[in-house]
């Protein structure tokens, strides 16, 4: 599994984490909050002012993450983070698992967390849990309403579990669903 690669985007897309006021958490897992510290163990958001994550999840903010913890901002009802973008818990996977919507004249982006974890199987069998999802039957249904409301158009889907470029469009396939990826930037 690769780890710390949030460091390494943003400074391909040209953005200093010093000028990042808001990160937003979708659950608590190690390969989902690792990014909030630099490879040094130094603070890899050093002006950040929120952290929001759901509120079933912030036990995780002891240890190397308890500096972060007065800052963080616990989500436990569809909120919204600014005038763009909105925290909807989707519980399951973990208490606190939350997704976050993103939108733009472009359409809107569901930054979904690991509400799929294994795309080849998962989208084709949406009923499809396993032992991750802490509570399946949950898990299971959260999946099925965000897949179904992904099929609208100019919605777009951004999943850690995603394959390369972890971006794609969700459309009916069968009984279940495909991804379309959208291409990765040029240049
Ligand atoms: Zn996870």
């Known amino acids: ?7 390494d985007a943003l400074d391909e897309a040209g953005i200093d984490r010093a000028q990042i006021s808001d990160v937003a958490i979708t659950h608590n897992h190690e390969d989902h909050v690792s990014g909030l510290i630099a490879p040094d163990g130094s603070q890899a958001f050093t002006e950040v002012e929120r952290v929001w994550i759901g509120a079933g999840d912030t036990s995780v903010f002891t240890g190397r993450l308890k500096p972060i913890h007065d800052r963080v901002v616990p989500v436990s009802e569809k909120v919204a983070i600014n005038d763009w973008s909105t925290a909807i818990p ?22 979904w967390g690991d509400t799929v974890h294994v795309p080849t199987l998962q989208l084709d069998r949406p009923n499809v849990s396993w032992e991750l999802d802490g ?44 991804l379309e990826y959208l291409a990765p930037p040029i240049g």
């Open 90 to 111: 989707t519980p399951g996977h973990t208490p606190g698992h939350t997704v976050y919507e993103v939108r733009s004249s472009a359409g809107r982006l569901l930054a």
């Open 135 to 178: 509570n399946q039957s949950q898990a299971r249904a959260a999946r099925a309403a965000l897949l179904e409301q992904l099929t609208q158009p100019h919605h777009f889907v951004a999943g850690a579990h995603l394959d390369s470029p972890g971006i794609a469009r969700v459309t009916p396939s069968g009984d279940g669903y495909a």
């Open 1 to 7: 599994m690769n780890m710390g690669l949030i460091h």
